[in-house]
T-cell receptor, first 115, second 110 residues
Framework: DGGITQSPKYLFRKEGQNVTLSCEQNLNHDAMYWYRQDPGQGLRLIYYSQIVNDFQKGDIAEGYSVSREKKESFPLTVTSAQKNPTAFYLC??????????????FGEGSRLTVL | QKEVEQNSGPLSVPEGAIASLNCTYSDRGSQSFFWYRQYSGKSPELIMSIYSNGDKEDGRFTAQLNKASQYVSLLIRDSQPSDSATYLCAVTLGFQKLVFGTGTRLLVSP
């Protein structure tokens, strides 16, 4: 079945550590996105990539980094520079080149907790 | 003013009733509007999209768009307990920015 796979589903991190969240899709979608969701807040865009080897900062990119070496993969690294990383992280993809064309397909999410 | 505003709820309706969820947005130039459903602890899934003024129906769901008043709504007819979830409104602002509201929590009681 086609879809988006995120791993791990749950992750605990000590302060000062970098962690990488995996996102893999087999939908043959060109565009991929990382969102962050906090309680009582809407989804906020961290980074997005429209094609391989290219990505753009979203609204809250500070403290995060991404890569897009393959069409299927868009990993997110939460660095120690991110001041408040505890959140629910969602990876999404869409067949359109822009987030306002076509629907967003989301992975199951990764819940990161900083101890 | 927030770019996309929703009442956080919870909105409580009895089973079989019509649930009405509302969303207002600030950018008059917005062109695309979406409703996502998110069950607790799960990821959002798209249930409706609407691009022009008026109503769009899909099964028990109807999306309504009024660009002059800058609001979009979602009606759920014959509400079921399985409809209990948070409903996120998303609006495109400008050419390439999709903004989500904070969501309205819907509770359907048997």
């Amino acid at each position: 079945d086609g879809g988006i796979t995120q791993s791990p589903k749950y992750l605990f991190r000590k302060e000062g550590q970098n962690v990488t969240l995996s996102c893999e899709q087999n939908l043959n979608h060109d565009a991929m996105y990382w969102y962050r969701q906090d309680p009582g807040q809407g989804l906020r865009l961290i980074y997005y990539s429209q094609i391989v080897n290219d990505f753009q900062k979203g609204d809250i990119a500070e403290g995060y980094s991404v890569s897009r070496e393959k069409k299927e993969s868009f990993p997110l690294t939460v660095t120690s520079a991110q001041k408040n990383p505890t959140a629910f992280y969602l990876c999404a993809s869409t067949s359109g080149p822009r987030p306002n064309t076509g629907e967003l397909f989301f992975g199951e999410g990764s819940r990161l907790t900083v101890l | 003013q927030k770019e996309v505003e929703q009442n956080s709820g919870p909105l409580s309706v009895p089973e079989g009733a019509i649930a009405s969820l509302n969303c207002t947005y600030s950018d008059r130039g917005s062109q695309s509007f979406f409703w996502y459903r998110q069950y607790s602890g799960k990821s959002p899934e798209l249930i409706m999209s609407i691009y022009s003024n008026g109503d769009k129906e899909d099964g028990r769901f109807t999306a309504q768009l009024n660009k002059a008043s800058q609001y979009v709504s979602l009606l759920i007819r014959d509400s079921q307990p399985s409809d209990s979830a948070t409903y996120l409104c998303a609006v495109t602002l400008g050419f390439q920015k999709l903004v989500f509201g904070t969501g309205t929590r819907l509770l359907v009681s048997p």
